[in-house]
């Protein structure tokens, strides 16, 4: 996934600045609607990129789960029952996949990734609302709303996914722990 992310960062970048040429150049207006439909896409792939790898540098997917901001409460559980997130969590995509494989990673370390990436995600939705402003200068307000809006409900469908399962996780490692203080008892 994260090739795929670079490659179309790299391949609406490239368009952008082609289809600016070709406005520059011949003044006609499907160039310029290309220009700025290309550089919104961009603006998407090369933010979600940036926003990753500043969360990343800077928690190294070191998180404390037990925070305020990353509980989930009863009403959010029954939103997320009403809107059958068990029936298309395991349809969406993971940027690092290895990160939440338990064949690799303790379920703590788990925990811990979901919140880095919860982060970035939200971090994500709202910076999906900045294009608008580029509304000011293009006009075109319409294309900029809707491609900030199904920016931020992708993202918030990641959002939605990670605080979703989190609390599973959490509830496995209490469970571990029990388990495996039982057995220290016992061989005691």
Request: glycine share 4%.
């Amino acid at each position: 996934m994260a090739t795929i992310l670079k490659l179309l960062a790299a391949f609406f970048s490239a368009g952008t600045i082609a289809f600016a040429i070709l406005y520059a150049q011949t003044a006609g207006s499907i160039w310029l609607t290309l220009a700025i439909t290309f550089g919104t896409f961009a603006y998407h792939f090369i933010m979600r990129l940036l926003i990753g790898l500043i969360f990343n540098t800077v928690m190294r997917n070191h998180a404390d789960y037990t925070r305020r901001w990353y509980q989930v409460g009863k009403l959010e559980t029954a939103l997320y029952e009403k809107l059958r997130v068990q029936r298309w969590k395991g349809k969406m995509p993971a940027y690092h996949p290895a990160l939440f494989d338990p064949r690799v990673h303790s379920w703590d370390e788990i925990a811990q990734a979901m919140c880095q990436a919860e982060l970035v995600h939200e971090a994500i939705v709202v910076c999906s609302f900045l294009p608008i402003a580029a509304g000011a200068w293009f006009g075109a307000y319409p294309a900029f709303i809707i491609t900030s809006l199904l920016s931020a409900a992708l993202d918030m469908a990641f959002v939605i996914m990670q605080r979703y399962n989190r609390p599973r996780i959490i509830r496995l490692m209490q469970q571990q722990r029990k388990i495996a203080a039982v057995d220290r008892r016992e061989s005691a």
